[in-house]
C-alpha cells in the first residue's frame, strides 16, 4: 500500500463484510526499512464486536510511545504480527508481557514460524497469548502451522456503544448542541416548600447526609478488609536442564565435504529447538550459549552447576575419514547414565526414523571429555563426513524431529514434569490472585484513610454549624447556669463551712431546764406579730382578677431590673415559646 505521497507502506489490512480496507500502517520502522517504506501516522484501533482491539506489526511491539499511545486509546485486546530470530524468543515474551501489563488488555502475539525467505533461515515462531496481568495463558511450539487458542473473558470495563440523542451520538455533540436539541423541551416541576428556609439549617441537613455517605461505605469497606486471606504463597521447585550446543564462533567445528554446512550451526539450531519444546512443557532451561559465540566445555559444564540443572544435554554432529559411517549415537560417560541415555535413544529413534537416517545406539565413553556431575548426555547427531546425514541436517524439519525426539526422551526419563507444570500454573494463577487481593486491600487501606480524614473534617464542622445554629439559646442556657451557680455557691459553702463549724466545736454542758412557753391567750405579742407576718401575703402578689393562674411574668416583683429587658434573650422569651 501508499500513503498520499506515493511512498509504499506496511500495513494490517482488515476484512469487513466482504470488502479490504487498511486498518493499521507500521509506524516504527527497523533495519532497511526505512529506505524503502513510509512510516504510519501512529496507533490504531479497530472495534469488533464491542471490543476495541490495539494494532502493531514487528518492531512497533518495542517501541515505548507506541505501547504508551495505544494504551491512552483504551484497548481490550491487542493483537500484532512478528517475526523474530529464536534467540530473540526471550525479547517477544517480554514484550508481550509488558504490553499486557501496560495496557490492561489481553496480548495476542502471531509469531511468524520457519525460514521468511528474506534472510531469516529461521524464526523465532512460538505464537502466544498473554493475559491482562502480564501471564501467558498459550503458547504454542515454533512449528510452521501452529494455532495458540484460548478462551479469553469480556472484561468488566468494556466500552458500550453511547446512547444516540437526536440520531448524534451523544459523545460528538458539544453542550451547546444539546442545549438546542431534544433536551430543551423537557422542563422540570419542583415543589416548592411554602414558608421560609433557613441557608444554615439546609447545609446542616446536607451535612447528615454526607456523614451517613462517608460513614456506612467505610464501615463497609472495613468489615470487607478484615477478612481478606493472607496465605503464604511458595514457588514450586523448577526441573531444570542444560543444554550444550558444541563449538560455536571461531571454531566452526566439523565442515560437510558436500554442502559446506557447520557443524557449529547445526548444534546451535537443535539446542534452540529444543528449549522451545521443553519450556512449553513447563521446564526451566539453561544454554551455555544461544549465538555464534565460542563456549569452552569446562564453562558449559559450570552453566550446568551454577544453576542447579538436573540433566545436562551435549549436542555435536561426528565425523570420520570414510564417508561409510552414518547415524546418530548417544554417549555416556558415568555407567548411572544409561538409563537417561536409554530413554533418549529410543525416543530420538523413532522421531528420526521416517528420514532414513540410522541410529548407532547407546555407547558408553568414560574417557569422553564431558563430566558433568548431574546424569550427563552427548548426542552426536549423525556425521559430517556422510554424504546423506549432512543433507539431513541441512533441513530445520530434520533439526526440529531431532530436537523433538530428544526433548520426548527427556519426559519419558523425567515423567514428573508435568505433574511439576500443572504445579506452576496453579502457583501462577493463586499469585495473581493473592496480587490482586493484596491492591484490594491496599486500595482499601487508602480509602478508609481519606475516609477517616473526611469524616474528622464533616464532624468538625457538623460541630461548628450547630453551634452557629443554636448560638443564642446555648448563650441563654450558659448565662442562666453561671448566674445560678453564682448565687447557689456562697450559700453552699456558707452552709458546709457552718456544718463543719458545728461538727468540730463541743457543745458546752447546759443543766438548767429549758423555760416553758407559755400557751392559750396570754401569750406574748412578739409571737403573735411574727405569725401575723407570716400569714400576711405581701401586696403585689394579691393583686390581680381573682384566682385566674399566673403567668411567671406577673409573678416577678415590677421593679426587677432584667423585666426591662424583654425580648433581648432573657428568659421571659424562652418561657413564652
Not at 501471564?135 to 484460548?150: C, H, K, N, T
Not at 512443557?281 to 551455555?288: A, D, E, K
Not at 546423506?388 to 541436517?393: H, K
Request: with cysteine.
Amino acid at each position: 500500500m501508499k500513503d498520499n505521497a506515493g511512498r509504499p507502506q506496511m500495513v494490517m489490512l482488515g476484512i469487513r463484510g466482504g470488502g479490504i480496507e487498511v486498518v493499521y500502517r507500521k509506524t516504527w520502522l527497523g533495519g532497511g526499512e526505512t529506505a524503502g517504506f513510509a512510516p504510519g501516522d501512529g496507533p490504531a484501533v479497530v472495534e469488533l464486536d464491542g471490543w476495541r482491539i490495539g494494532l502493531g506489526i514487528c518492531k512497533d511491539t518495542s517501541s515505548p510511545e507506541h505501547i504508551a499511545g495505544t494504551a491512552a486509546l483504551g484497548v481490550d485486546a491487542y493483537a500484532a504480527g512478528l517475526a523474530n530470530l529464536p534467540e530473540e524468543l526471550s525479547e517477544q515474551e517480554s514484550r508481550a508481557s509488558l504490553i499486557a501489563k501496560t495496557c490492561g488488555a489481553w496480548v495476542v502475539f502471531a509469531s511468524f514460524a520457519g525460514p521468511t525467505g528474506g534472510g531469516f533461515t529461521e524464526s523465532a515462531g512460538s505464537s502466544s497469548i498473554w493475559s491482562p496481568d502480564g501471564l501467558r495463558v498459550a503458547q504454542v511450539i515454533p512449528e510452521i502451522g501452529a494455532i495458540a487458542r484460548a478462551t479469553i473473558g469480556r472484561s468488566s470495563r468494556l466500552r458500550r456503544p453511547l446512547p444516540a440523542l437526536g440520531g448524534c451520538p451523544v459523545a460528538a455533540r458539544t453542550w451547546p448542541d444539546l442545549c438546542k436539541g431534544p433536551l430543551a423541551s423537557y422542563t422540570a416541576l419542583s415543589a416548592m416548600r411554602i414558608g421560609p428556609i433557613r441557608f444554615l439549617h439546609v447545609v446542616a441537613l446536607a451535612l447528615g447526609v454526607g456523614l451517613l455517605a462517608v460513614l456506612v461505605p467505610g464501615t463497609v469497606l472495613a468489615s470487607q478488609g478484615a477478612h481478606l486471606p493472607h496465605t503464604p504463597l511458595k514457588a514450586p521447585k523448577p526441573y531444570v536442564v542444560a543444554i550444550d550446543p558444541g563449538h560455536g564462533g571461531y571454531d566452526p567445528g566439523a565442515i560437510s565435504p558436500f554442502n559446506q554446512l557447520e557443524e557449529k550451526n547445526v548444534t546451535l539450531s537443535v539446542g534452540l529447538d529444543l528449549r522451545q519444546l521443553l519450556l512449553a512443557q513447563g521446564v526451566r532451561v539453561v544454554m551455555s550459549r544461544t549465538k555464534d559465540v565460542y563456549v569452552s566445555i569446562s564453562q558449559a559444564e559450570a552453566v550446568a552447576v551454577n544453576n542447579h540443572a538436573n540433566l545436562f544435554v551435549s549436542l555435536w554432529v561426528n565425523d570420520w575419514t570414510t564417508a561409510s559411517l552414518e547415524g546418530v549415537t548417544v554417549f555416556t560417560p558415568h555407567p548411572s547414565d544409561t538409563a537417561f541415555a536409554n530413554a533418549v535413544d529410543s525416543a530420538m529413534g523413532k522421531a528420526i526414523s521416517p528420514y532414513g537416517m540410522g541410529n548407532r545406539g547407546v555407547q558408553p565413553l568414560p574417557r569422553l571429555w564431558v563430566h558433568a556431575t548431574m546424569p550427563t548426555l552427548t548426542i552426536e547427531s549423525g556425521f559430517m563426513s556422510n554424504q546423506q546425514d549432512s543433507a539431513l541436517l541441512a533441513q530445520p524439519a530434520f533439526r526440529q524431529a531431532l530436537a523433538q525426539g530428544i526433548a520426548n526422551g527427556i519426559l519419558a526419563y523425567a515423567p514428573q514434569i508435568p505433574a511439576l507444570h500443572a504445579q506452576e500454573i496453579a502457583y501462577q494463577a493463586a499469585h495473581a490472585k493473592a496480587l490482586a487481593a493484596s491492591k484490594l486491600a491496599a486500595a482499601q487501606l487508602k480509602h478508609r484513610s481519606s475516609l477517616g480524614g473526611w469524616m474528622t473534617v464533616l464532624a468538625l464542622t457538623a460541630v461548628l454549624l450547630f453551634l452557629a445554629l443554636y448560638k443564642d439559646t446555648l448563650g441563654r442556657s450558659l448565662r442562666w447556669s453561671f448566674a445560678e451557680a453564682r448565687f447557689r455557691l456562697p450559700i453552699a459553702a456558707r452552709a458546709s463551712f457552718l456544718g463543719f463549724q458545728r461538727a468540730v466545736t463541743p457543745r458546752p454542758q447546759n443543766n438548767r431546764a429549758r423555760p416553758q412557753r407559755p400557751s392559750g391567750r396570754g401569750a406574748p405579742r412578739s409571737t403573735s406579730r411574727r405569725a401575723a407576718s407570716r400569714n400576711q401575703r405581701p401586696q403585689w402578689r394579691t393583686e390581680g382578677p381573682g384566682t385566674r393562674p399566673r403567668r411567671v411574668a406577673e409573678m416577678v416583683r415590677p421593679d426587677e431590673r432584667h423585666r426591662q429587658r424583654r425580648g433581648q434573650g432573657s428568659v421571659y422569651d424562652d418561657l413564652s415559646l
